[in-house]
């Protein structure tokens, strides 16, 4: 079994060209995981070749608009792309239920338009939340996956989910500062999957709502320092900010270079890593 991870969408709130919104996609033998639904997540899922109605479950790291704005394109597309009663599983941090409940209500004139027009498609999108914050997620499935919650405040709560399948195990922090929750959660993983901003260059910028953003992100140098406490082999960097050209990032990978050992992985949407337990991880 291969466990890969394809950055779907490796931009930030801000429309970019090149990136989609944050959006991360795990795949474990049979089994997918996308991991946060961000602006354009169908489009890139597409083009790694996996359809709505082919996720195991949507993974959501917190309810922050840029890692959920694509969740109703999911659940519509999920709910009209299958020809079966199929049922979606979104797992998130409490709130997670009242945000779905609201985006089914908005669907409501369309679920009821299409079930009018189509003979086969008999009842609205089967949809069932699992609200996580530290611990296992059953979700019936191979893959065993583990929820800790992290520090994004004054957003919360947040989570970071573990995904471990054949001997492999990714982490995927979302968005937060280190925090023991995360540590606990990566110790040991073969890759960790953070969000980054670039604090060394946002600190210069004399724009207060920019500003705001360096106290709950983590700098690509506290993202490498997590992943080299944890002992992963691989840190995956993604949600640039601010962004740069396709193509680019290798001041991201020096700086990240300079505390963490191991692989680091900077890329544009669609780059995919595949996982390799068996490789050396790194010393701490
Ligand atoms: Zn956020």
Redo the contacts with the bound molecule.
């Keep these: 079994m291969t466990v890969a991870v394809t950055l779907l969408g490796t931009g930030s709130p801000m429309p970019d060209p090149h990136r989609a919104g944050p959006a991360t996609l795990v795949e474990a033998g049979d089994e997918r995981f996308l991991v946060d639904a961000g602006r354009g997540v169908l489009m890139r899922l597409a083009a790694a070749g996996v359809a709505a109605n082919g996720l195991t479950a949507v993974l959501l790291t917190?309810l922050?608009s840029?890692?959920i704005t694509d969740l109703g394109d999911v659940i519509t597309t999920q709910w009209v792309m299958s020809f079966e009663p199929t049922t979606l599983r979104i797992v998130g941090p409490p709130g997670t239920r009242g945000v779905v409940d609201r985006l089914l209500t908005s669907l409501d004139h369309d679920v009821g338009y299409r079930i009018t027009h189509h003979d086969d498609l008999v009842e609205p999108p089967r949809v069932e939340v699992t609200e996580v914050l530290d611990g296992p997620v059953e979700l019936g499935q191979s893959a065993v996956v583990v929820a800790a919650p992290t520090d994004?405040r004054p957003?919360e709560p947040t989570v970071a989910f573990r995904i471990d399948a054949d001997g492999a195990s990714v982490v995927l922090a979302g968005?937060t500062v280190p925090c023991d929750g995360l540590d606990r959660l990566a110790a040991d993983a073969d890759a960790l999957v953070h969000t980054a901003i670039r604090k060394d260059i946002i600190a210069t910028v004399p724009i207060q709502r920019l500003q705001d953003t360096l106290g709950y992100h983590s700098s690509v140098e506290e993202a490498a320092a997590t992943a080299a406490r944890a002992g992963c082999s691989t840190l995956i960097l993604t949600h640039y900010v601010p962004t740069f050209p396709p193509g680019g990032g290798d001041d991201w990978r020096r700086l990240a270079a300079a505390d963490f050992e191991g692989a680091v992985e900077v890329g544009d949407d669609l780059h995919r890593i595949e996982i390799d337990p068996s490789r050396q991880r790194s010393s701490t």
Aim: proline share 0%; no cysteine.
């Design positions: 917190h922050h840029d890692h994004h957003v968005d």
